[in-house]
C-alpha cells in the first residue's frame, strides 16, 4: 500500500491549475455552444454534465482528500450551482416542438 506520494507538492498544484484551465476553456465553450443552440438536447446535456462532473470532482477532492480549500470550492461553487439548478428545470423548455398537423385554421 502506498502510504506518500512522491510527486513533489509544486508538481502537483502545477498540473492541478492547468487543469482548472482546461476545465474553464472547455466549461466556457460548452455554454457559448448551448447559447447558440438550446434546442439541441445533445449540447444541453453536455453542458449540463461538464458542470455535474466538475464541480463534483472538486467536492470530492474536498470531502475526501482534503486537497481544495473550502474557499476556492465556494468560488467554484458560486458559478456552477446556480447554473446547474437553473437548467435543470428548464431541460424540456427550449426543446423543438412539434406542430400538431391536426389543428384547422
Not at 56 to 62: C, I, P, Q, T
Amino acid at each position: 500500500m502506498v502510504t506518500h506520494l512522491s510527486v513533489g507538492i509544486n508538481d502537483v498544484s502545477d498540473v492541478h491549475g492547468r487543469t482548472v484551465g482546461v476545465w474553464t476553456l472547455l466549461s466556457c465553450t460548452l455554454c457559448f455552444l448551448c447559447a447558440f443552440n438550446l434546442g439541441s438536447r445533445p449540447i444541453y446535456a453536455a453542458t449540463f454534465l461538464s458542470l455535474v462532473y466538475a464541480y463534483g470532482h472538486f467536492l470530492v477532492e474536498y470531502l475526501l482528500y482534503r486537497t481544495v480549500h473550502p474557499a476556492n470550492l465556494a468560488g467554484l461553487g458560486v458559478f456552477a450551482v446556480p447554473a446547474m439548478v437553473w437548467m435543470l428545470p428548464q431541460w424540456n423548455s427550449h426543446a423543438p416542438r412539434r406542430a400538431d398537423n391536426n389543428k384547422q385554421p
